[in-house]
C-alpha cells in the first residue's frame, strides 16, 4: 500500500510519528504497519515532563490493533529511550498504547466493550488472544477506575453473599442502594468481610459513620459485622430471606408428612408459590387435597399470613400484626414453623425496620440479575479476583475512561 496518509490520519498519529510501511501478507492474512520518527527527532521526559529530549536508543515493539476488516492487523515500532538531563535515560510513552500493553489503546477499548457485554472465554476466542491477556486489561481498567470511584455520598448499603464455585466459595457484595451499585466485593462471608469493606469506604471518600440503613439477611456474622463496623447503621432484615425461612419451615413439614400422607407426593412446589402464581393445574391439584386435616396445608395458611405483614400501613400496625401471627405460628403444633416463629421474633426489629427504611435486598433494581450475568460471564475465571473484577465491570457502575 502506497497511500500511508490514509493510515496517518485514520490512526491520528501526531508529530513526529509517521507511518513508514505498510505490508498486508494475503497468506497469513495480516496487515503489519510500521511506525517511525525521522532521525534527530526530539521527545519528552516521561517522567518530569522535559521537551526536546535526544534519543538514546530504540526498542522495537509490537502491539495488536483493530482489525483491518476480517484480519489481524499490527503496529510496529522502534520506541526511543530517551535522555533526560535531570532523570537519566528513560523509555518514552507512546500516544496510541499503555506502558507495557501489548495492544493499542483502541484495540483495548474495543475489547472492554465487548467484555461488558459477552463471556470472556467467547471473546478470547474471538478475537484469538488468550484469556490471561483479556484478564490483564479487565484488571487494570477496574482497578484504575475504582481508584476515582467516590463514596462520599453512600448511606444506605445492602450486603449479600454469593456462591462463587459449586457452593465451595463465597464472595460478599456491598451494594450503594440508592446508586443501585456494587460498591466493594470481597471473598468470605464473616463478620470480616464488614470491616474490609468499612476500609475501602474510607479509601473512596466515605465513612463508616455515614452509613445509616443496612439490609441483610439474620446471618451472625452480618449482624456482627455491621454493628462492630458500622455502627450508626439501622438493621434491616432482607424480607426475601425472612420468607425464604417461613418457606423452608413449610418444606420441612411437607416432608415429615409426606411420610404418612401419599396425597403430598409432586406437591413440594405448590407450597412455595403463591396461590395467584400457580398454573391451572396446580390450582386444581391444590384444590383436591384434603386441606382441613393436612398439617403441610396449616403451615402453608401460616405463611400465607406471615406475607400480609408487609401490606401493614404502619409501623405500629406492623408490630401488632406481628404479635398475633407469632402467637398463631408459636400455638401450630409444628415444630418446624415454631422454630421460625421464634428466629423471626428474636430479629423482630430488624424485621420490623422495614417500616422505615423500605429497603430490601431482592428489590435493588437490577444488582441480582446482573450478578448472576457476571458469574456467567466469568465463567472459566481461574480466580475469585478475576470474578470480583468482572463483578464490577458489570454492576460497578464505574467510570472506565476509556479512548473513544
Ligand atoms: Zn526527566
Not at 26 to 45: E, V
Not at 188 to 214: C, P, W
Not at 234 to 263: G, L, P, S, Y
Request: net charge positive; with cysteine; glycine share 4%.
Amino acid at each position: 500500500m502506497r497511500d500511508t496518509g490514509l493510515l496517518q490520519v485514520a490512526l491520528g498519529l501526531g508529530s513526529p510519528w509517521q507511518v513508514t510501511a505498510c505490508d498486508f501478507d494475503a497468506k497469513a492474512q495480516q496487515l503489519d504497519i510500521r511506525l517511525d520518527f525521522p532521525a534527530g527527532s526530539r521527545f519528552t521526559c516521561p517522567h518530569c515532563g522535559a521537551t526536546a529530549c535526544p534519543v538514546h536508543d530504540t526498542d522495537t515493539t509490537t502491539w495488536r490493533h483493530l482489525n483491518f476488516f476480517q484480519h489481524q492487523a499490527y503496529l510496529h515500532a522502534r520506541v526511543p529511550r530517551i535522555r533526560c538531563d535531570a532523570c537519566g535515560v528513560r523509555k518514552i510513552d507512546v500516544p496510541w498504547a499503555r506502558r507495557d500493553s501489548g495492544f493499542t489503546l483502541l484495540f483495548e477499548a474495543y475489547l472492554m466493550a465487548m467484555l461488558g457485554a459477552m463471556p470472556v472465554a467467547q471473546v478470547a476466542d474471538m478475537v484469538g488472544e488468550h484469556d490471561t491477556r483479556l484478564w490483564r486489561i479487565i484488571h487494570h481498567y477496574v482497578d484504575a477506575a475504582r481508584e476515582r470511584m467516590d463514596a462520599s455520598d453512600v448511606t444506605r448499603v445492602a450486603i449479600d453473599e454469593t456462591a462463587a464455585k459449586r457452593g465451595h466459595n463465597y464472595i460478599t457484595l456491598f451494594v450503594d442502594i440508592d446508586e443501585a451499585r456494587v460498591l466493594f466485593a470481597t471473598e468470605g462471608k464473616d463478620a470480616a468481610t464488614v470491616a474490609s469493606f468499612a476500609k475501602d469506604l474510607a479509601a473512596h471518600q466515605g465513612d463508616a459513620d455515614n452509613i445509616k440503613e443496612v439490609c441483610i439477611d439474620m446471618s451472625p456474622a452480618f449482624i456482627k459485622g455491621t454493628a462492630d463496623h458500622l455502627p450508626e447503621a439501622e438493621i434491616t432484615f432482607d424480607r426475601f430471606h425472612v420468607m425464604k425461612i417461613i418457606n423452608q419451615a413449610v418444606d420441612q413439614v411437607r416432608r415429615a408428612e409426606q411420610r404418612e400422607q401419599a396425597v403430598l407426593k409432586g406437591t413440594r412446589y405448590l407450597w412455595l408459590r403463591n396461590p395467584n402464581t400457580l398454573s391451572a393445574r396446580q390450582a386444581a391439584l391444590l384444590d383436591s387435597l384434603p386441606s382441613q386435616t393436612l398439617k403441610t396445608a396449616r403451615a402453608y395458611q401460616i405463611k400465607l399470613a406471615f406475607q400480609e405483614l408487609y401490606q401493614q400501613k404502619t409501623p405500629k400496625k406492623a408490630a401488632a400484626f406481628l404479635k398475633r401471627w407469632y402467637f398463631w405460628a408459636t400455638h401450630s403444633r409444628l415444630p418446624p414453623i415454631i422454630e421460625a416463629a421464634r428466629t423471626i421474633r428474636q430479629h423482630q426489629s430488624g424485621v420490623l425496620r422495614w417500616f422505615h427504611s423500605h429497603i430490601a435486598n431482592g428489590l435493588i433494581e437490577g444488582i441480582n440479575s446482573l450478578v448472576q450475568a457476571a458469574k456467567a460471564k466469568a465463567r472459566g475465571y481461574r480466580s475469585l479476583r478475576n470474578l470480583k473484577a468482572i463483578v464490577y465491570l458489570v454492576a460497578g457502575k464505574l467510570e472506565l475512561q476509556l479512548p473513544a
